[in-house]
């Protein structure tokens, strides 16, 4: 019934398009191939993605799990606000991550600029390029991940087991070593693992960052620019594979979750007890807060500084709401953001259908090609944005109706279509998530009372859908308004979003326009945050009103 | 126990969470070396939150714990050494029987060889002999309680905590498990605190029983003591079920009127029962069926006749508004007969 559309729908979208990768890198023979494995610079962009990835792992743990276990399990002046910043670099879209880490750390950085003036160098104490630096900010951005996996392992955590272990004798890091640990490997591993797979499709930063680094994802660009589609789509392919690899690993490690908690106790926090302890500990504390929220605040402060003054200064010297007063009236610059607007509207809504029905399907239904289904809806998020992006624009470069192809190429459609492909994952598993909480048995007593499907559906199981809907649309529409990997291969200056206008204000080192619209972009994203959580507000409190 | 120096004392111990009353209200309880002492109450009373200040997971407001006379209230439970069985058991989920069983000693350096070959003999203690290789989740409860005691045990602990150590198991495995936990405790000679909100476990068990209620304790003492002689109303009608009936209390004995007719009964009176207005406590064994001519005997109507094995439990409605429960085993008396009831057992606990 409504399987076949849904699974049409996706076939069509993703798996489609991936395969054509995949076939046209075999279009003549194994040439494509060897072309790749002769290469060296495909092979040292190969080798530099491994490292940065492996680097990003180990980085982002080395941050993301000290910082699960403090923020979890000991109280200091100073926790709650620590808290409350921890995850806020997750909510920087990546173009803006990188760009303010360009504003603080880059070769005429505030914080590089700083430190040259407060030692008295006469250059740059640092440059932010290469491996290094694209790691630097992969810690920054991706520690959220190990952070947020490690804490809901440690809350779910048995706290008996924690008093069992210590009733027993164990030492705090006998504890420690024994016992939480070892239950928190498969938080641990899962969060690596996802890290591993941003890392791998990461383009943001080594593509600003990079100098004269090369990467799968760049390299997948610049040979499509070169016209050099038959090496694309080779390198696009071992990327997707390296990711998919990833994915299957992760989703074996989430199976092997499977010690039960029983009793879940309150989580007990230590209080520090030696007096340098108590003293340090609010101090890092508010260090690391600042270093947490300087980039979003430098990219506040270089919006509102006058374009082409900040040369050589620490600071910008020169301050104005020009740059807002320009975006506002200057009808040129206002397209970008209608079009990042309108684009992640139509990609969210149409998300928000086939992922309601696929998720409906998926939990609620048994039919024969379920296990495709769920293969297909978990795929973009394995598939890097760089590879759906070629994917779909060699597929849809033309009309064909023998083999499914419509223009796309070129039109204002494509970018939705790519929001859309990638969106996919988040609201389905988010809306999949809601759905499991749900009685199963409630849609039968619906029906057993005489309500019709629709009237089913629209009473009991969109309102238990309805959080994970809301909740994955809105990630889904967060990471579309801000995307940049998909909308450098597909963009045409109609459609241009609004991370390819930051990037053509910077490349004319129009630094406070670049900045004004970063600061555009965090405000939308923080509209819908905020409007996701009043309209599921909203929804809720009217049904505690029917309720009652 | 007279004359034994006691072996865990707790001393006034108070906790108190932020609310008005006090969640664990200046306890004071003195357990000697190898006795096992069972704390009893409703849920909310402050049991579980008074054991675990003995274990050291709480510390007190008030109060102390002292160990053969030295104060331990401030040590860590790591540093008490007190072996421990949770409600819900706490084993470690990714090692094995033999592994948890093993923990304690591994968390004191023991080698490899010799600590598990310990496990093993705590395990055959239990009744679990060669479990040592089998994962947690393959365990059933009365199998995971055992292993969780056969870990507390192997530890060699001078006192061991329960908490709630028979709850999560069903009615038959219940009872067969507390008559092994009773008897391995006492081949042991440990000295055992428990918690239970079940009478029949506490009974079962315990050497001493001791009430909480609002986080005070009530009363301390033998099953029996608590049964026949309750400290006060509270402890009466927690203990056992019974029927409170007024009644005038002279010094060694109660009268009792009902529908009219009065009778003395010699009593066994709570410490500070003054003379006067008191209450009497009438416990369903102590009640009898007697002939229509019987002296001293009260005249009702059957309300309800429930049959409980060995013996049936009547309602008998005398006086017209006092229903006096009544435990016999004879057996051919209806609901709707009329009847005499009688004391069967003096004396009667005397309240006020």
């Given at each position: 019934?409504?399987a076949?559309?849904?699974?049409l729908?996706?076939?069509?979208?993703?798996?489609?398009?991936?395969l054509?990768?995949?076939?046209?890198?075999?279009?003549?023979?194994?040439?494509?191939?060897r072309?790749?494995?002769?290469?060296?610079?495909?092979?040292?962009?190969?080798r530099?993605t491994?490292?940065i990835?492996?680097?990003?792992?180990?980085?982002?743990?080395?941050?993301?799990?000290?910082?699960?276990?403090?923020?979890?399990?000991?109280?200091?002046?100073g926790?709650?606000?620590?808290?409350?910043v921890?995850?806020?670099?997750?909510?920087?879209?990546?173009?803006?991550?990188?760009?303010?880490?360009?504003?603080?750390?880059?070769?005429?950085?505030?914080?590089?600029?700083?430190?040259?003036?407060?030692?008295?160098?006469?250059?740059?104490p640092?440059?932010?390029?290469g491996?290094?630096?694209?790691?630097?900010?992969?810690?920054?951005?991706?520690?959220?991940?190990?952070?947020?996996?490690?804490?809901?392992?440690?809350?779910?955590?048995?706290?008996?087991?924690?008093?069992?272990?210590?009733?027993?004798?164990?030492?705090?890091?006998?504890?420690?070593?024994?016992?939480?640990?070892?239950?928190?490997?498969?938080?641990?591993?899962?969060s690596?693992?996802?890290?591993?797979?941003?890392?791998?499709?990461?383009?943001?930063?080594?593509?600003?960052?990079?100098?004269?680094?090369?990467v799968l994802?760049?390299?997948?660009?610049?040979?499509?620019?070169?016209?050099?589609?038959?090496?694309?789509?080779?390198?696009?392919t071992?990327?997707?594979?390296?990711?998919?690899?990833?994915?299957?690993?992760?989703?074996?490690?989430?199976?092997?979750?499977?010690?039960?908690?029983s009793?879940?106790?309150?989580?007990?926090?230590?209080?520090?007890?030696?007096?340098?302890?108590?003293?340090?500990?609010?101090?890092?504390?508010?260090?690391?807060?600042?270093?947490?929220?300087?980039?979003?605040?430098?990219?506040?402060?270089?919006?509102?500084?006058?374009?082409?003054?900040?040369?050589?200064?620490?600071?910008?010297?020169?301050?104005?709401?020009?740059?807002?007063?320009?975006?506002?009236?200057?009808?040129?610059?206002?397209?970008?953001?209608?079009?990042?607007?309108?684009?992640?509207?139509?990609?969210?809504?149409?998300?928000?259908?086939?992922c309601?029905?696929?998720?409906?399907?998926l939990?609620?239904?048994?039919?024969?090609?379920?296990?495709?289904?769920?293969?297909?809806?978990?795929?973009?998020?394995?598939?890097?944005?760089?590879?759906?992006?070629?994917g779909?624009a060699?597929?849809?470069?033309?009309?064909?109706?023998?083999?499914?192809?419509?223009?796309?190429?070129?039109?204002?459609?494509?970018?939705?279509?790519?929001?859309?492909?990638?969106?996919?994952?988040?609201?389905?598993?988010?809306?999949?998530?809601?759905?499991?909480?749900?009685?199963?048995?409630?849609?039968?007593?619906?029906?057993?009372?005489?309500?019709?499907?629709?009237?089913?559906?629209r009473?009991?199981?969109?309102?238990?859908?309805?959080p994970g809907?809301?909740?994955?649309?809105?990630?889904?529409?967060?990471?579309?308004?801000?995307?940049?990997?998909?909308?450098?291969?597909?963009?045409?200056?109609?459609?241009r979003?609004?991370?390819?206008?930051?990037?053509?204000?910077?490349?004319?080192?129009?630094?406070?326009?670049?900045?004004?619209?970063?600061?555009?972009?965090?405000?939308?994203?923080?509209?819908?945050?905020?409007?996701?959580?009043?309209?599921?507000?909203r929804?809720?409190?009217a049904?505690?009103?029917?309720?009652? | 126990?007279?004359?034994?120096?006691?072996?865990?004392?707790?001393d006034?111990l108070?906790?108190?969470?932020?609310?008005?009353?006090?969640?664990?209200n200046?306890?004071?309880?003195?357990?000697?070396?190898g006795?096992?002492?069972?704390?009893?109450?409703?849920?909310?009373?402050?049991k579980?939150?008074?054991?675990?200040?003995?274990?050291?997971y709480?510390?007190?407001?008030?109060?102390?714990?002292?160990?053969?006379?030295?104060?331990?209230?401030?040590?860590?439970?790591?540093?008490?050494?007190?072996?421990?069985?949770?409600?819900?058991?706490?084993l470690?989920?990714?090692?094995?029987v033999?592994?948890?069983?093993?923990?304690?000693?591994?968390?004191?350096?023991?080698?490899r060889?010799?600590?598990?070959?310990?496990?093993?003999?705590?395990?055959?203690?239990?009744?679990?002999?060669g479990?040592?290789g089998?994962?947690?989740?393959?365990?059933?409860?009365?199998?995971?309680?055992?292993?969780?005691?056969?870990?507390?045990?192997?530890?060699?602990?001078?006192?061991?905590?329960?908490?709630?150590?028979?709850?999560?198991?069903?009615?038959?495995?219940?009872?067969?498990?507390?008559?092994?936990?009773?008897?391995?405790?006492?081949?042991?000679?440990?000295?055992?605190?428990?918690?239970?909100?079940?009478?029949?476990?506490?009974?079962?068990?315990?050497?001493?029983?001791?009430?909480?209620?609002?986080?005070?304790?009530?009363?301390v003492?033998?099953?029996?003591?608590?049964?026949?002689?309750?400290?006060?109303?509270?402890?009466?009608?927690?203990?056992?079920?019974?029927?409170?009936?007024?009644?005038t209390?002279?010094?060694?004995?109660?009268?009792?009127?009902?529908?009219?007719?009065?009778?003395?009964l010699?009593?066994?009176?709570?410490?500070?029962?003054?003379?006067?207005?008191?209450?009497?406590?009438?416990?369903?064994?102590?009640?009898?069926f007697?002939?229509?001519?019987?002296?001293?005997?009260?005249?009702?109507?059957?309300q309800?006749?429930?049959?409980?094995?060995?013996?049936?439990?009547?309602?008998v409605?005398v006086?017209?508004?006092?229903?006096?429960?009544?435990?016999?085993?004879?057996?051919?008396?209806?609901?709707?007969?009329?009847?005499?009831?009688?004391?069967?057992?003096?004396?009667?606990?005397?309240?006020?």
């Amino acid at each position: 019934m409504f399987a076949a559309p849904v699974l049409l729908v996706l076939l069509w979208s993703v798996v489609y398009p991936n395969l054509s990768i995949v076939v046209g890198s075999f279009e003549h023979g194994l040439r494509s191939w060897r072309e790749f494995a002769s290469s060296p610079t495909d092979l040292e962009a190969l080798r530099t993605t491994l490292i940065i990835a492996v680097g990003s792992v180990i980085a982002a743990v080395a941050v993301g799990l000290p910082l699960a276990f403090l923020l979890t399990r000991v109280d200091f002046r100073g926790r709650r606000v620590l808290s409350a910043v921890a995850t806020l670099p997750a909510a920087l879209p990546p173009l803006v991550g990188v760009v303010a880490f360009l504003f603080l750390y880059g070769e005429s950085g505030v914080i590089t600029r700083g430190v040259q003036a407060l030692l008295g160098l006469d250059h740059a104490p640092w440059t932010l390029n290469g491996v290094g630096a694209i790691i630097f900010v992969h810690a920054y951005t991706m520690y959220v991940y190990v952070f947020l996996f490690v804490s809901a392992g440690l809350e779910r955590l048995d706290t008996s087991l924690d008093e069992a272990a210590a009733g027993l004798g164990a030492s705090r890091w006998h504890a420690l070593r024994r016992v939480t640990l070892p239950l928190l490997t498969p938080s641990i591993a899962g969060s690596m693992l996802l890290v591993f797979m941003s890392a791998l499709g990461s383009f943001s930063a080594p593509y600003i960052f990079g100098g004269g680094l090369r990467v799968l994802s760049t390299q997948i660009v610049a040979s499509k620019l070169n016209g050099a589609m038959d090496l694309a789509y080779v390198e696009t392919t071992v990327l997707a594979v390296g990711a998919i690899a990833a994915l299957i690993l992760l989703r074996w490690f989430e199976r092997r979750r499977t010690y039960a908690v029983s009793t879940k106790g309150t989580v007990v926090r230590a209080r520090l007890h030696s007096p340098t302890a108590r003293l340090l500990a609010p101090i890092v504390g508010a260090i690391l807060v600042v270093i947490l929220i300087l980039p979003h605040a430098m990219v506040i402060l270089v919006s509102f500084a006058r374009d082409g003054t900040w040369t050589t200064q620490v600071l910008p010297p020169e301050y104005t709401l020009d740059n807002f007063r320009r975006l506002a009236t200057d009808s040129d610059l206002l397209v970008p953001i209608w079009n990042s607007v309108s684009m992640t509207a139509i990609a969210t809504a149409l998300d928000i259908v086939v992922c309601f029905v696929a998720a409906y399907l998926l939990v609620l239904r048994r039919f024969r090609v379920r296990w495709l289904l769920a293969i297909l809806v978990a795929l973009p998020w394995a598939i890097p944005g760089t590879a759906i992006a070629i994917g779909l624009a060699s597929t849809f470069d033309r009309t064909s109706l023998a083999s499914a192809r419509v223009l796309l190429v070129g039109t204002f459609w494509i970018l939705p279509l790519a929001y859309f492909v990638r969106g996919v994952p988040l609201v389905s598993s988010a809306t999949e998530g809601s759905l499991r909480q749900m009685d199963p048995s409630l849609e039968d007593a619906a029906r057993g009372l005489g309500a019709s499907w629709w009237l089913t559906m629209r009473r009991v199981v969109l309102p238990a859908a309805r959080p994970g809907l809301v909740a994955g649309a809105m990630l889904a529409a967060i990471t579309a308004v801000g995307e940049f990997v998909a909308s450098i291969v597909l963009f045409t200056h109609a459609n241009r979003p609004i991370s390819m206008e930051i990037l053509s204000q910077l490349r004319n080192f129009a630094f406070g326009t670049a900045a004004a619209f970063s600061v555009v972009l965090i405000a939308l994203v923080l509209a819908i945050t905020l409007a996701a959580r009043w309209a599921e507000g909203r929804w809720s409190r009217a049904e505690a009103v029917v309720i009652q | 126990m007279s004359g034994a120096a006691p072996h865990l004392v707790l001393d006034r111990l108070t906790r108190r969470f932020g609310e008005a009353r006090p969640a664990v209200n200046a306890v004071s309880l003195e357990i000697a070396a190898g006795e096992l002492v069972a704390l009893i109450g409703a849920s909310g009373s402050g049991k579980t939150t008074t054991l675990r200040m003995v274990a050291g997971y709480e510390t007190p407001d008030a109060g102390a714990v002292l160990l053969d006379g030295r104060d331990i209230t401030s040590l860590p439970p790591q540093r008490r050494r007190f072996g421990m069985v949770f409600q819900h058991y706490a084993l470690f989920p990714h090692l094995t029987v033999g592994q948890n069983v093993a923990f304690g000693l591994e968390a004191r350096g023991i080698a490899r060889r010799e600590r598990m070959s310990r496990a093993a003999d705590a395990l055959a203690g239990v009744g679990l002999a060669g479990a040592g290789g089998r994962q947690i989740q393959s365990l059933s409860g009365g199998e995971q309680q055992r292993v969780a005691l056969a870990r507390a045990l192997v530890i060699e602990p001078p006192v061991l905590l329960l908490d709630e150590p028979l709850s999560n198991l069903d009615p038959t495995l219940r009872r067969s498990t507390r008559e092994e936990l009773r008897a391995t405790l006492r081949r042991l000679g440990v000295t055992a605190l428990f918690v239970t909100h079940d009478q029949e476990d506490a009974f079962a068990v315990a050497d001493r029983v001791a009430l909480l209620a609002a986080g005070r304790l009530l009363q301390v003492g033998t099953a029996e003591t608590l049964y026949d002689r309750p400290a006060n109303r509270d402890v009466a009608t927690f203990i056992g079920r019974s029927t409170l009936v007024p009644g005038t209390f002279d010094g060694d004995s109660i009268t009792v009127q009902l529908g009219g007719a009065a009778r003395r009964l010699r009593a066994a009176p709570a410490p500070a029962v003054a003379h006067g207005p008191a209450t009497a406590v009438l416990r369903p064994d102590a009640l009898g069926f007697s002939p229509p001519d019987g002296i001293d005997a009260w005249t009702g109507v059957v309300q309800e006749r429930r049959f409980a094995g060995a013996l049936l439990a009547y309602r008998v409605r005398v006086a017209g508004d006092i229903d006096l429960e009544v435990h016999s085993t004879v057996r051919d008396v209806q609901p709707g007969d009329t009847v005499n009831i009688r004391v069967t057992r003096e004396p009667v606990a005397v309240v006020s």
